[in-house]
Protein backbone atom coordinates (compact mmCIF):
# COMPACT_ATOMS: atom_id res chain seq x y z
CA UNK A 1 0.00 0.00 0.00
CA UNK A 2 1.33 3.15 -0.59
CA UNK A 3 2.04 6.04 1.85
CA UNK A 4 3.08 9.52 2.53
CA UNK A 5 5.96 10.66 4.56
CA UNK A 6 6.27 12.98 6.38
CA UNK A 7 9.76 14.19 7.42
CA UNK A 8 9.14 15.77 11.06
CA UNK A 9 12.42 18.38 11.21
CA UNK A 10 12.40 21.52 13.72
CA UNK A 11 8.32 21.35 13.96
CA UNK A 12 7.97 18.63 16.53
CA UNK A 13 4.04 19.47 16.89
CA UNK A 14 0.67 18.57 15.57
CA UNK A 15 -0.70 21.86 15.73
CA UNK A 16 -0.43 23.88 12.78
CA UNK A 17 1.68 21.44 10.87
CA UNK A 18 1.40 21.77 7.10
CA UNK A 19 3.33 19.11 6.01
CA UNK A 20 1.09 16.72 8.07
CA UNK A 21 -1.94 18.47 7.48
CA UNK A 22 -1.57 18.32 4.03
CA UNK A 23 -0.27 14.74 3.53
CA UNK A 24 -3.13 13.55 5.43
CA UNK A 25 -5.32 14.45 2.88
CA UNK A 26 -3.95 12.57 0.37
CA UNK A 27 -3.84 8.84 1.76
CA UNK A 28 -1.93 7.60 4.72
CA UNK A 29 0.73 8.42 6.80
CA UNK A 30 4.00 7.45 8.20
CA UNK A 31 5.56 10.29 10.54
CA UNK A 32 9.22 10.00 10.61
CA UNK A 33 12.17 11.77 12.41
CA UNK A 34 16.12 10.98 11.31
CA UNK A 35 18.93 11.09 14.22
CA UNK A 36 21.51 12.36 11.91
CA UNK A 37 24.90 11.46 13.24
CA UNK A 38 26.75 13.87 11.31
CA UNK A 39 24.63 16.98 12.40
CA UNK A 40 25.23 15.79 15.99
CA UNK A 41 28.99 15.39 15.47
CA UNK A 42 29.06 19.18 14.79
CA UNK A 43 30.86 21.38 16.75
CA UNK A 44 27.50 23.69 17.05
CA UNK A 45 25.82 20.34 19.27
CA UNK A 46 25.72 19.15 22.11
CA UNK A 47 24.70 16.91 25.05
CA UNK A 48 21.60 19.56 26.37
CA UNK A 49 20.39 20.16 22.52
CA UNK A 50 20.54 16.32 22.22
CA UNK A 51 18.50 15.73 25.92
CA UNK A 52 15.97 18.99 24.65
CA UNK A 53 15.39 16.85 21.14
CA UNK A 54 14.82 13.47 23.10
CA UNK A 55 12.65 15.02 24.93
CA UNK A 56 10.25 16.41 22.42
CA UNK A 57 10.19 13.42 20.40
CA UNK A 58 9.19 11.28 23.37
CA UNK A 59 6.27 14.16 23.48
CA UNK A 60 5.33 14.41 20.02
CA UNK A 61 5.25 10.73 19.86
CA UNK A 62 2.83 10.56 22.75
CA UNK A 63 0.84 12.72 21.08
CA UNK A 64 0.68 10.84 17.99
CA UNK A 65 -0.10 7.61 19.90
CA UNK A 66 -3.35 8.99 21.28
CA UNK A 67 -4.26 9.60 17.49
CA UNK A 68 -3.53 5.92 16.67
CA UNK A 69 0.08 6.75 14.88
CA UNK A 70 2.82 6.87 16.30
CA UNK A 71 7.18 8.66 15.56
CA UNK A 72 8.86 6.20 13.26
CA UNK A 73 12.68 7.27 14.52
CA UNK A 74 15.41 5.83 12.08
CA UNK A 75 19.48 6.78 12.94
CA UNK A 76 21.30 7.48 10.26
CA UNK A 77 22.26 9.75 6.98
CA UNK A 78 18.66 11.26 5.52
CA UNK A 79 19.34 10.30 1.75
CA UNK A 80 20.50 6.34 3.14
CA UNK A 81 17.69 5.86 5.34
CA UNK A 82 14.87 7.77 2.70
CA UNK A 83 16.84 5.05 0.21
CA UNK A 84 16.13 2.15 3.07
CA UNK A 85 11.96 3.04 3.27
CA UNK A 86 12.06 3.37 -0.47
CA UNK A 87 13.16 -0.32 -1.16
CA UNK A 88 11.03 -1.45 2.38
CA UNK A 89 7.82 -0.10 0.95
CA UNK A 90 8.16 3.06 -1.98
CA UNK A 91 5.58 5.66 -1.03
CA UNK A 92 4.15 8.59 -2.98
CA UNK A 93 5.47 11.60 -1.85
CA UNK A 94 7.85 13.37 0.32
CA UNK A 95 6.15 16.50 3.09
CA UNK A 96 8.11 18.28 5.32
CA UNK A 97 8.85 22.18 6.55
CA UNK A 98 11.82 24.12 5.38
CA UNK A 99 14.46 24.06 7.62
CA UNK A 100 16.52 27.14 9.03
CA UNK A 101 19.11 25.54 10.42
CA UNK A 102 22.72 25.50 9.88
CA UNK A 103 24.65 24.92 6.34
CA UNK A 104 25.19 20.87 7.17
CA UNK A 105 21.62 21.02 7.50
CA UNK A 106 21.46 23.41 3.81
CA UNK A 107 23.81 20.55 2.35
CA UNK A 108 21.98 17.62 3.54
CA UNK A 109 18.04 19.37 2.00
CA UNK A 110 20.26 19.77 -1.05
CA UNK A 111 21.07 16.12 -1.34
CA UNK A 112 17.67 14.94 -0.37
CA UNK A 113 16.55 17.15 -3.27
CA UNK A 114 18.67 15.47 -5.55
CA UNK A 115 17.22 12.15 -4.50
CA UNK A 116 14.00 13.06 -5.20
CA UNK A 117 14.47 14.19 -8.32
CA UNK A 118 16.54 11.05 -9.44
CA UNK A 119 13.34 9.05 -8.79
CA UNK A 120 11.03 11.63 -9.93
CA UNK A 121 8.98 11.46 -6.32
CA UNK A 122 7.47 14.81 -5.36
CA UNK A 123 8.86 16.95 -2.40
CA UNK A 124 6.63 19.22 -1.23
CA UNK A 125 8.61 21.63 1.29
CA UNK A 126 6.26 24.25 3.34
CA UNK A 127 7.59 27.46 5.20
CA UNK A 128 7.44 28.14 8.68
CA UNK A 129 9.12 30.92 9.20
CA UNK A 130 10.30 34.37 7.57
CA UNK A 131 13.29 33.29 5.81
CA UNK A 132 12.79 31.96 2.49
CA UNK A 133 15.33 29.99 0.45
CA UNK A 134 16.72 30.59 -2.65
CA UNK A 135 14.60 33.85 -3.80
CA UNK A 136 15.73 35.26 -6.76
CA UNK A 137 15.89 38.74 -5.28
CA UNK A 138 15.19 40.39 -1.80
CA UNK A 139 12.46 43.00 -3.63
CA UNK A 140 10.19 39.08 -3.32
CA UNK A 141 10.47 38.86 -0.10
CA UNK A 142 7.93 40.84 1.74
CA UNK A 143 5.10 39.27 -0.38
CA UNK A 144 6.32 35.69 1.08
CA UNK A 145 6.28 36.95 4.28
CA UNK A 146 2.82 38.71 4.59
CA UNK A 147 1.39 35.55 3.04
CA UNK A 148 2.74 33.48 5.57
CA UNK A 149 1.46 35.63 8.44
CA UNK A 150 -1.84 36.06 7.14
CA UNK A 151 -2.47 32.41 6.74
CA UNK A 152 -4.64 30.44 9.28
CA UNK A 153 -3.43 28.10 11.77
CA UNK A 154 -3.71 24.67 10.92
CA UNK A 155 -6.21 21.77 12.73
CA UNK A 156 -4.57 19.19 13.66
CA UNK A 157 -5.54 16.47 10.80
CA UNK A 158 -7.52 13.30 11.24
CA UNK A 159 -5.15 10.69 9.69
CA UNK A 160 -5.21 7.21 8.20
CA UNK A 161 -1.73 5.93 9.40
CA UNK A 162 0.33 2.85 8.23
CA UNK A 163 1.21 0.17 10.77
CA UNK A 164 2.00 2.00 13.65
CA UNK A 165 6.04 1.95 14.84
CA UNK A 166 7.02 0.13 17.69
CA UNK A 167 7.72 1.79 21.13
CA UNK A 168 9.64 4.59 21.29
CA UNK A 169 13.52 3.94 21.45
CA UNK A 170 16.24 6.59 21.04
CA UNK A 171 19.83 6.18 21.25
CA UNK A 172 22.00 7.54 24.18
CA UNK A 173 24.14 10.74 23.36
CA UNK A 174 27.35 8.89 23.95
CA UNK A 175 26.56 6.57 20.72
CA UNK A 176 26.64 10.01 19.13
CA UNK A 177 29.78 11.38 20.35
CA UNK A 178 28.13 14.23 22.52
CA UNK A 179 29.57 13.36 26.03
CA UNK A 180 29.52 17.07 27.33
CA UNK A 181 27.73 17.13 30.63
CA UNK A 182 23.72 17.91 30.60
CA UNK A 183 23.19 21.21 32.59
CA UNK A 184 20.24 20.39 35.17
CA UNK A 185 18.96 23.90 35.37
CA UNK A 186 18.60 23.57 31.16
CA UNK A 187 15.08 24.00 29.81
CA UNK A 188 13.42 21.20 29.05
CA UNK A 189 11.80 19.67 25.41
CA UNK A 190 8.02 19.22 24.40
CA UNK A 191 5.33 21.13 23.32
CA UNK A 192 3.87 20.90 26.76
CA UNK A 193 6.75 22.81 28.91
CA UNK A 194 6.56 25.38 25.50
CA UNK A 195 2.89 26.16 26.44
CA UNK A 196 3.85 26.10 30.03
CA UNK A 197 6.52 28.62 29.64
CA UNK A 198 4.71 30.87 27.52
CA UNK A 199 1.87 31.01 29.88
CA UNK A 200 4.12 31.51 32.52
CA UNK A 201 5.98 34.44 30.61
CA UNK A 202 2.76 36.44 29.46
CA UNK A 203 1.13 36.45 32.96
CA UNK A 204 3.55 36.30 35.46
CA UNK A 205 7.22 37.05 34.39
CA UNK A 206 6.18 39.60 31.27
CA UNK A 207 5.95 42.58 33.59
CA UNK A 208 9.61 41.88 35.18
CA UNK A 209 10.86 42.46 31.23
CA UNK A 210 11.39 45.92 30.54
CA UNK A 211 13.63 46.76 33.52
CA UNK A 212 15.18 42.64 33.90
CA UNK A 213 16.06 42.10 30.39
CA UNK A 214 19.37 44.15 30.57
CA UNK A 215 20.92 43.12 33.72
CA UNK A 216 22.72 39.55 33.95
CA UNK A 217 21.18 38.92 36.99
CA UNK A 218 17.41 39.00 36.31
CA UNK A 219 17.28 38.46 32.38
CA UNK A 220 17.42 34.74 32.99
CA UNK A 221 13.61 34.82 34.23
CA UNK A 222 12.76 38.21 32.97
CA UNK A 223 13.36 36.98 29.36
CA UNK A 224 10.78 34.82 27.21
CA UNK A 225 12.89 31.76 27.58
CA UNK A 226 11.06 30.86 24.23
CA UNK A 227 13.57 30.88 21.55
CA UNK A 228 14.60 27.02 22.40
CA UNK A 229 10.66 25.96 21.70
CA UNK A 230 10.33 28.25 18.88
CA UNK A 231 13.08 27.19 17.00
CA UNK A 232 12.12 22.73 17.54
CA UNK A 233 8.55 22.75 18.63
CA UNK A 234 5.80 25.36 18.10
Given at each position: ?46 T ?32 D ?17 Q ?15 R ?39 L ?17 E ?28 F???R ?20 LS ?7
Amino acid sequence: MSYHLVWFKRDLRLHDHAALWHASRHGPVLCLYIIEPSLWQAVDAATQHYQFLRESLIDLDSALRKRGGGLRIEVGEVVDVLDRLWHEAPFAALYSHQETGNWLSFQRDLAVQRWCRKRGLPWREFAQFGVVRCLSSRDHWQAHWEALMAAPCLEVPSCRWINAPSPLTLPEPQSLGLTQADPPQRQRGGRRPAIATLRDFLFERSGRYRGGISSPLSAPSACSRLSAYLASVV
